[in-house]
């Protein structure tokens, strides 16, 4: 199998598919062929170090986004991309996939054109699909969708399943008590955890330490503040009085604790990015979103989703300054609001997500590998 593509919100669901795919194999009953696979992505992606870090393997190709970049990188974009197409069929010609999984993002786009002809199954994070994804659609036998309401956008409606996010094993399992011993958190206090994803948010990180003594008063903070402002927080919070100081939690990153966080975590402030549609759910994890303005509005559709479902609140990202300790507070008081709002996040939880997508590019694959013969 190949999987190409995974940059930004696909890749972690593109890991948590692969995972359940080991799963599947291991659960089987009598003979299992072995599922080797192969990651492909962009030269310098975000996702290389995830990909590594799962033990995959991973090679890359050339390609560049073509949707929304100015007029003088459109022509050395669009090369790229048939570079990409080229590079690409000389990978099928080696690898010899079965069946081709994507995950979203420009990259996947040449591996699809190459392999128009190897069955594949396209997985769509997000509510609303950029152009690269309605792109990919045009050639996956089957898409699968975090929910219903992605399903207006394509043309394919019997293609698609709504499966839900997928999230990884290790993220489920923890129990509120546990993952607050794990994190160094009080039993006696309610946790705020505040994201802005593995880069960090600025624009986040910036109204939270300006109100984290009055936030601190108010809850215990888990803070994952990315790796760019890491340095500026660390020397920031080292004046902050003991008694506070004891109250903030603050990592650059979580990897294997990550679900420790959501599971202690009692109201979430984050962006609206893909993984906030299965990570929120699965622990029933109430939110404050403050959708990223500056690109595409698929955070800004995500958020809304979830406000639709009276599971999260919105912020728009230039009155965070002046809404953020009001909104935290009146939350963390009214218990029977933030029940319900949590109540309202469980009921979109999609827990077998992986494994459903996982089954669908078995099948796909084994029809393949029957074809051949």
């Known amino acids: 199998m190949i999987c190409a593509g ?33 990651w492909v992505g962009a030269k310098g992606g975000m996702e290389t170090g995830l990909v590594e870090r799962a033990g995959i393997p991973f090679t890359s190709i050339p390609a560049s986004g073509i949707h929304g970049v100015g007029w003088k990188a459109l022509p ?12 690409s ?17 420009y990259v996947a786009v040449p591996m699809a054109v190459a392999g128009w002809r190897v069955p594949s199954l396209l997985y769509v994070p997000d509510i609303e699909p950029g152009l690269a994804l309605k792109t990919l659609a045009r050639f996956a036998d089957r898409i699968a ?22 999230t990884r094993a290790g993220l489920a399992g923890w129990e509120r008590q546990t993952a607050r011993k794990a994190l160094g958190l009080s039993d006696e206090a309610p946790v705020l955890l505040i994201t802005g994803g593995s880069k960090g948010a600025r624009t986040i990180n910036t109204p939270v330490l300006t109100h984290l003594p009055e936030l601190l008063a108010l809850t215990q903070v888990v803070h994952i503040t990315g790796e760019l402002d890491w340095a500026d927080i660390q020397a920031k919070t080292t004046a902050l009085p003991a008694e506070l100081a004891g109250r903030y939690h603050a990592f650059p990153y979580l990897h294997e604790q990550m679900g420790a966080a959501l599971a202690a975590a009692d109201l979430a402030l984050s962006r609206a990015g893909a993984s906030t549609l299965g990570e929120y759910p699965l622990y029933g994890l109430p939110a404050i ?26 912020i728009e990202n230039e009155y965070l300054p002046g809404q953020l300790l009001p909104t935290v507070s009146d ?13 309202a996040m469980q009921s979109l939880s999609h827990p077998n997500a992986a494994r459903e997508i996982a089954e669908q590019v078995l099948a796909l694959a084994e029809k393949r590998s029957s074809d051949r013969g």
């Open 6 to 38: 995974g940059t930004g919100g696909g890749v972690n669901p593109a890991l948590a598919v692969l995972e359940a795919l080991e799963q599947e194999k291991a659960a089987s009953q009598g003979p299992q062929p072995l599922i080797e696979t192969l």
């Open 76 to 87: 050395g974009n669009t090369i790229r991309l048939v570079h990409g197409a080229f590079s």
């Open 89 to 105: 069929r000389q990978i099928l010609a080696q690898f010899k996939p079965d069946v081709l999984f994507f995950t979203g993002g």
């Open 145 to 166: 969708v975090t929910a219903g309401d992605s399903a207006r956008f394509f043309k394919q409606p019997e293609r698609i399943s709504v499966t839900g996010y997928p």
């Open 289 to 314: 979103l403050v959708p990223y303005p500056f690109a595409w509005r698929y955070q800004i559709v995500n958020a809304g989703y979830l406000v639709q479902h009276a599971a999260a609140l919105i």
């Open 331 to 343: 939350l963390l008081k009214d218990a029977a609001k933030l029940n319900a709002m949590r109540a």
